[in-house]
């Protein structure tokens, strides 16, 4: 008798194929082919306006791709967010979208409503059903606030959290629906070091509780430290797609994305000096601000990263 095994690694979560986006002459998305597997950690990079939020919209159902099909679990996609969510996939988005006057734990159990099968009968009788669903809601949300680190403050407004934390929350809201993939649309934009690391944290414990993960994000380190896999998006076209050491040692990558030294980069400080220099000449006394980047390689745009991880860090921080 012969036994098989399968590779849960190798069963895909998502697939997403032949994805076009149009708005009107524009074409956001083009021909977009992406599959991400069960207990990866998938990223999405690429310039700024490179189509990687259409490209999300497409698989979250905020946008009806004009071309291309996305299934999930071998299932198609309801075009619908809602439905998209009862299926098991959940997102964030890049900028924060929190309930901002309810509290953390209430804007959990919103999350959590797609997993409760009461109706509005039963909410308003308020019968023992209903009372049932409802504990068992306020427990799982809980415990997803105890996850992340916030349940301390479950009875905090959230526009009173730090930046960090509402970040965590948004995250915690997602989980509350039980998905099987999560997508995250820059989920460390804005944070500090230290946040950046307790999401990257934060990110790799969610993987390990067995849900698969695609996340845009334009801070190289922490991509290229994340992720499995990376699919880099260039003018709507997916311009490569492999392990990170793949992607950051593609040329075309490098210049399409970057385009400009940083620092810390070989060479980099000797291009800062000619460049010193050069403004000097011309006569407006101070070097002009350049793309060499900030050091801390969490810019948002062309010459703001990295495309080397752990050559970006911020002063002091572990490389
Ligand atoms: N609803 C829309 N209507 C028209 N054009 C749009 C719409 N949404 C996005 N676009 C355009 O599609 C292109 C891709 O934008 P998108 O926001 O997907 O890029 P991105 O890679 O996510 O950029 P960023 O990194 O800056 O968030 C851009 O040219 C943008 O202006």
Redesign the pocket.
């Known amino acids: 008798m012969t036994t098989t095994t399968t590779d849960m690694s190798a069963v895909p979560v998502l697939e997403a194929s032949g994805v076009t986006m149009r708005?009107?002459g524009?074409v956001?998305?083009h021909n977009v082919d992406l599959t991400v597997r069960a207990g990866e950690i998938v990223g999405l990079i690429?310039?700024?306006?490179?189509?990687?939020?259409?490209?999300f919209n497409c698989l979250t159902g905020l946008y009806v791709p004009t071309e291309g099909k996305v299934t999930y679990q071998g299932n198609v996609l309801p075009p619908k967010p809602h439905l998209v969510t009862t299926a098991g996939v959940a997102r964030t988005f890049?900028n924060i979208r929190l309930f901002a006057n309810m509290t953390v734990l209430e804007n959990v159990l919103v999350g959590r409503h797609t997993r409760t099968k009461e109706g509005l009968w039963s909410a308003l009788l308020r019968g023992p059903g209903f009372k049932k669903a409802e504990a068992a809601s306020h427990e799982r949300a809980m415990e997803l606030l105890e996850f992340i680190g916030l349940a301390e403050k479950a009875d905090h407004v959230a526009r009173n959290l730090p930046y960090g934390e509402q970040r965590k929350l948004e995250i915690a809201r997602a989980l509350a629906s039980d998905p099987g993939l999560l997508l995250l649309d820059?989920p460390t934009a804005g944070m500090n070091p230290q946040e950046t690391r307790a999401a990257e944290e934060l990110i790799f414990a969610i993987r390990d509780q067995g849900i698969a993960i695609l996340v845009?994000e334009?801070d190289m380190r922490f991509i290229f430290n994340l992720c499995d896999r990376v699919a880099c998006?260039v003018q709507?076209e997916k311009l490569v797609e492999g392990t990170p050491e793949v992607v950051q040692g593609d040329e075309r990558v490098v210049a399409a994305y970057l385009g400009t030294p940083f620092e810390g980069a070989p060479g980099a400080e000797e291009a800062a000096e000619v460049e010193a220099a050069e403004a000097a000449s011309s006569g407006t006394g101070s070097p002009k601000e350049s793309g060499t980047g900030s050091g801390t390689g969490t810019g948002?745009?062309p010459g703001s990263g990295s495309l080397k991880s752990g050559t970006t860090g911020t002063e002091g921080e572990a490389q």
Request: neutral net charge; hydrophobic residues 35%; charged residues 10%.
């Open positions: 708005f009107g524009l956001a998305v690429g310039p700024n306006g490179a189509g990687k939020t259409t490209f890049q820059e845009i334009h998006l709507g948002s745009g």
